[in-house]
Protein backbone atom coordinates (compact mmCIF):
# COMPACT_ATOMS: atom_id res chain seq x y z
CA UNK A 1 0.00 0.00 0.00
CA UNK A 2 1.23 3.29 -0.65
CA UNK A 3 2.75 6.06 1.83
CA UNK A 4 1.73 9.40 0.78
CA UNK A 5 2.15 12.72 1.90
CA UNK A 6 -1.25 14.32 1.90
CA UNK A 7 -1.08 17.91 0.85
CA UNK A 8 -4.27 20.03 0.27
CA UNK A 9 -5.50 19.91 -3.33
CA UNK A 10 -6.63 23.06 -3.53
CA UNK A 11 -3.62 24.31 -3.05
CA UNK A 12 -1.48 22.62 -6.42
CA UNK A 13 -0.36 24.56 -8.77
CA UNK A 14 -0.53 23.22 -12.56
CA UNK A 15 2.71 22.59 -12.38
CA UNK A 16 2.21 20.61 -9.28
CA UNK A 17 0.46 17.93 -11.56
CA UNK A 18 0.90 15.18 -13.63
CA UNK A 19 -1.33 14.11 -16.93
CA UNK A 20 -1.43 10.53 -17.72
CA UNK A 21 -3.08 10.09 -20.69
CA UNK A 22 -4.77 6.71 -21.43
CA UNK A 23 -6.36 5.27 -24.47
CA UNK A 24 -8.27 2.31 -25.09
CA UNK A 25 -9.40 -0.37 -27.51
CA UNK A 26 -13.03 -1.12 -27.59
CA UNK A 27 -12.82 -4.18 -25.34
CA UNK A 28 -11.32 -2.14 -22.18
CA UNK A 29 -7.69 -3.30 -23.18
CA UNK A 30 -5.26 -0.40 -23.31
CA UNK A 31 -3.46 0.92 -26.38
CA UNK A 32 -1.47 4.09 -25.16
CA UNK A 33 -0.71 5.35 -21.26
CA UNK A 34 1.89 8.04 -20.41
CA UNK A 35 4.64 8.08 -18.05
CA UNK A 36 4.47 3.80 -18.34
CA UNK A 37 7.82 2.63 -16.46
CA UNK A 38 9.49 0.28 -18.43
CA UNK A 39 9.25 -2.22 -15.80
CA UNK A 40 5.58 -2.58 -16.39
CA UNK A 41 3.49 -2.93 -19.10
CA UNK A 42 0.34 -0.48 -20.62
CA UNK A 43 -1.98 -2.80 -18.68
CA UNK A 44 -0.01 -3.49 -15.28
CA UNK A 45 0.62 0.77 -15.07
CA UNK A 46 -3.13 1.31 -15.43
CA UNK A 47 -4.50 -1.19 -13.20
CA UNK A 48 -1.51 0.25 -10.41
CA UNK A 49 -3.08 3.76 -11.27
CA UNK A 50 -6.18 2.53 -10.67
CA UNK A 51 -5.67 0.82 -7.43
CA UNK A 52 -3.87 3.18 -5.74
CA UNK A 53 -4.51 6.83 -7.19
CA UNK A 54 -8.15 5.91 -9.26
CA UNK A 55 -10.02 8.78 -7.70
CA UNK A 56 -7.65 11.20 -9.47
CA UNK A 57 -9.08 9.19 -12.87
CA UNK A 58 -11.45 11.39 -15.13
CA UNK A 59 -13.23 9.76 -18.24
CA UNK A 60 -13.56 11.39 -21.46
CA UNK A 61 -15.42 10.10 -24.82
CA UNK A 62 -13.80 8.02 -27.51
CA UNK A 63 -12.18 5.81 -24.95
CA UNK A 64 -10.23 8.32 -23.35
CA UNK A 65 -9.08 9.02 -20.06
CA UNK A 66 -6.89 11.24 -17.67
CA UNK A 67 -5.02 10.76 -14.45
CA UNK A 68 -4.34 14.06 -13.15
CA UNK A 69 -1.99 13.23 -9.96
CA UNK A 70 -1.12 15.56 -7.58
CA UNK A 71 2.80 15.55 -8.08
CA UNK A 72 3.08 13.98 -4.62
CA UNK A 73 1.14 11.16 -5.35
CA UNK A 74 2.78 10.42 -8.66
CA UNK A 75 6.48 10.56 -6.91
CA UNK A 76 5.32 8.51 -4.21
CA UNK A 77 4.06 5.46 -6.84
CA UNK A 78 7.08 5.90 -9.03
CA UNK A 79 8.85 5.53 -5.68
CA UNK A 80 7.42 2.95 -4.69
CA UNK A 81 8.20 1.18 -7.99
CA UNK A 82 12.02 1.54 -7.88
CA UNK A 83 12.32 -1.41 -5.35
CA UNK A 84 10.39 -3.50 -7.23
CA UNK A 85 12.42 -3.21 -10.30
CA UNK A 86 15.95 -3.56 -8.04
CA UNK A 87 14.59 -6.97 -7.05
CA UNK A 88 13.70 -7.93 -11.03
CA UNK A 89 17.17 -7.30 -11.85
CA UNK A 90 19.09 -9.33 -9.16
Given at each position: MLKIVQSDDRN????????IH???????QVMTIDKCPPQL????WR???????GAYYQTFAGARGFFRLPRNVYDALVANLMPVAAEAAE
Open positions: NKVGDEVLVRHLAGGTAQETLLLNEA
